[in-house]
């Protein structure tokens, strides 16, 4: 459930059952726009009304075949990258205005499930998983991979 509050006032004003499960990551797209990430398998694209009261789900994207741990916005325009506990990190796009969702690309190589993910300043793509991992991505090509233990 997402819950949307006014600080300075201490108050709510919208509770919204975006996912079947507990949402595991919220990214802002602007004031209104947001991205989820949730155990149900799902990422949603959901815009929140102007004066907060309501909500309304602009895309559901399923491009893991389990829990969804991060969605990040790239630096191109309309892509995305998700990460899951299905050892993936998929790449997409998606426009807004034309409502069009576009996998793009599946980064393959991690054992276990891959929990975070950034992109740095070249368009490479850093994943870490949960068994300890660090790799880094150039396309669709591991480029390195890092033990990074206890």
């Known amino acids: 459930m997402i819950r949307v509050y006014n600080i300075i006032k201490n108050q709510l004003f919208l509770r919204a059952n975006i996912h079947r499960d507990t949402i595991n990551d919220i990214l ?3 004031n209104k726009k947001f991205i989820s ?3 149900d398998n799902t990422i949603k694209y959901f815009k929140l009304s102007d004066n907060y009261l309501n909500y ?3 895309k559901a994207i399923e491009v893991h075949r389990n829990e969804v741990n991060q969605t990040i916005k790239l630096q191109m325009d309309n892509y995305y990258a998700s990460c899951s506990n299905d050892k993936n990190i ?3 796009s998606f426009e807004e205005n034309s409502n069009r969702f576009r996998p793009n690309l599946t980064l393959r190589g991690h054992e276990s499930k891959v929990i975070t993910i950034f992109e740095l300043q070249n368009n490479s793509i850093v ?3 949960k068994a300890g991992f660090l790799k880094f ?3 669709d090509l591991c480029i390195k991979s890092l033990e990074i233990g206890d």
């Open 28 to 30: 802002k797209i602007d």
């Open 90 to 92: 998929c790449i997409w």
């Open 127 to 129: 994943s870490a998983s």
């Open 56 to 58: 309304e789900i602009i």
């Open 137 to 139: 991505w150039e396309k």
């Open 37 to 39: 990430s949730s155990k």
